[in-house]
């Protein structure tokens, strides 16, 4: 089963690197719960993973509670104005990349959490549904709420966490025209990643997968909330192809080792668990 194979040889690591955390807390080092980010193609089971790591969490009496970087989405009508100024790009008339999120929002949020500095903090909450599945963020009434200081473990997960502008635009111009602007939004994401303490990684090396992935996604929300919900399979194939220039330009650099300790805050590769799926979401064997 999956929960042997996969999820818990990585909920041990996690659980491991929390106590390596609690003793640097405890001599003057640490402080706050642990943050870990999580970066993973789009219906490679993400939310089945977390919703695992939060059960075997619970099961020995720790806290951990998840967020994403798809809660940080900016609302509708941030979203309308973005793609207005800038009516030539494909890539920014969807929310998804880099340029579509607020930063500051998620960097405010992630900096109360470690420092665990006030009892209550509020996590937005994104309904993809809304606008015919263009979405927008719910009002702040229907935003998650919890006390940091009784939690043990944060996941911080999403599609494209981790990601690092190219330095090289010359060569972004051969994937899309709209990903260098893209790649100057995605520089002011560096700082949010190097927040976290540790790093998950999972691998997928045939983009192909990602549709697949994200039909049944949606299949599955249209099931859940109703079929007028949504977006047809049209719809979802020219919304993923807004994502895959950013898969071709990043990834080789998110799966780059020695990326890890220059871009993502990491003090060492041993503070990233990182390994490959295949399309049907089951490691890879090395």
């Given at each position: ?12 690591w ?5 106590e390596?955390?609690k003793?640097?807390?405890s001599?003057?080092?640490g402080?706050?719960?642990?943050c870990?980010g999580?970066?993973?193609p ?9 919703t ?39 890539l ?29 903090v ?28 009784n939690v ?6 999403g599609?494209m ?8 635009e ?15 939004f995605?520089k ?16 997928v ?9 994200r ?19 049209d ?6 192809d ?8 990043y990834?080789?650099g ?9 871009h ?12 490959e ?9 090395e």
């Amino acid at each position: 089963p999956r929960i042997q194979h996969y999820s818990l040889p990585v909920y041990l690591w996690i659980k491991k690197k929390l106590e390596d955390h609690k003793a640097g807390a405890s001599s003057g080092s640490g402080s706050g719960p642990l943050c870990v980010g999580l970066s993973a193609p789009q219906g490679c089971g993400k939310t089945t993973l977390v919703t695992a790591f939060e059960e075997l969490f619970e099961s020995e009496g720790m806290t951990c509670v998840s967020m994403s970087l798809d809660d940080f989405y900016l609302t509708r009508e941030e979203q309308v104005a973005l793609g207005e100024s800038h009516s030539e790009n494909a890539l920014l008339q969807v929310r998804g990349n880099a340029g579509t999120h607020d930063v500051n929002l998620a960097m405010d949020l992630i900096d109360q959490v470690k420092n665990a500095s006030s009892e209550e903090v509020l996590v937005p909450c994104y309904d993809k549904t809304a606008y015919e599945g263009k979405g927008d963020r719910h009002k702040e009434d229907k935003w998650r709420s919890y006390n940091p200081k009784n939690v043990d473990v944060v996941l911080y997960e999403g599609w494209m966490q981790g990601f690092t502008a190219v330095e090289d635009e010359a060569s972004l111009e051969k994937i899309h025209g709209g990903i260098t602007e893209v790649n100057s939004f995605l520089k002011g994401y560096d700082e949010m990643w190097k927040l976290m303490d540790i790093w998950l990684i999972i691998q997928v090396k045939q983009l192909d997968c990602i549709y697949k992935w994200r039909l049944q996604a949606e299949k599955s929300m249209k099931e859940k909330f109703g079929q007028d919900k949504g977006m047809t399979d049209d719809e979802v194939k020219a919304f993923v192809d807004q994502y895959i220039p950013a898969y071709k330009a990043y990834l080789p650099g998110l799966y780059d080792q020695d990326n890890h300790t220059k871009h993502l805050g990491c003090e060492s590769t041993e503070d990233v668990f990182m390994f490959e799926v295949d399309d049907m979401r089951s490691p890879v064997e090395e």
